[in-house]
């Protein structure tokens, strides 16, 4: 079940564009991996303290915090800058993970699913995993096996991320039973985060 307590963070980040009338058709899974031998706490709120910052020009659409915590950064209808020449049409999912040698939680790839599950539901997107993006760019793919990801030396999400599980969870493999993911929480969490978005921007 989601609860609501896991949707308790906004920061809206300077750090996002225009889709160009693009609509998603992509996840990218990321890792934040900052290199610091910080906690997951403290990689978490660093993370969030450089998608604030203007001069990064680095953001994503979300967090998964090492506890399961849902860190909205970016609406779904802009880019977030986290994959170059894929942002017009993929959403950015960062999973906090200090350093390469870090090992995700369980609790924290659960929640992905599930938010990977409503993210497919939503904007019709393919339940399967990609080995690239290079032909078929509708599904979900590490960044470290986009061509951007490649050319650039990324190794995000990397060798310890449990992509069988995962996929299991993602796509209802009934040998985990997580049973319907409440998704409600959701859409109530976004509703605020578009008002917020709107007052910031001077619309309200």
């Given at each position: ?5 896991h949707?308790e963070?906004?920061i809206?980040s ?6 160009e009338g693009?609509?998603p ?6 890792s ?8 997951p ?7 969030m ?5 203007p001069a990064?020009?680095r953001?994503a659409?979300f967090?998964?915090?090492y506890?399961?915590?849902w860190?909205?950064?970016?609406p779904?209808d802009?880019?977030?800058y ?14 906090v993970q200090?350093?390469?040698?870090y090992?995700?939680?369980d ?6 699913a599930e938010?990977t599950?409503w ?8 339940k399967?995993?990609?080995a690239?993006d290079f ?5 979900i793919v590490?960044?470290e ?5 490649q050319?650039?030396?990324k190794?995000?999400p990397?060798?310890?991320?449990p ?5 299991r ?6 040998v985990?039973t997580?049973?319907?993911p409440?998704?409600?929480g ?7 985060i578009n008002?917020?978005?709107a007052?910031l921007e001077?619309?309200?």
């Open positions: 079940m989601i609860r609501e307590e949707i963070e906004l809206p300077s750090n996002y564009g225009s889709r693009e609509e058709r992509l996840i990218v899974i990321h934040t991996r900052s290199g610091k031998l910080w906690t706490d403290e990689e978490l709120h660093s993370t303290n450089w998608f604030r910052n990064s020009q953001s659409h967090i998964v915090g506890e399961g915590e860190i909205y950064c970016v779904w802009k880019e977030a986290h994959a170059e020449e894929l942002n017009s049409y993929s959403i950015g999912l960062e999973f200090p350093t390469p040698v090992e995700y939680s609790i924290q790839i659960r929640r992905g938010a599950i993210l497919c539901g939503l904007f019709d997107i393919p399967r995993r990609l690239s032909g078929i760019v509708s599904g590490g960044h096996s986009t061509d951007q990801g050319g650039d030396g190794s995000d990397g060798d310890l991320f992509w069988a599980k995962f996929m969870l993602v796509q209802g493999n009934p985990i997580l049973g319907e409440d998704t409600s959701i859409e109530t969490a976004w509703a605020r008002k917020a978005i007052v001077g619309r309200e």
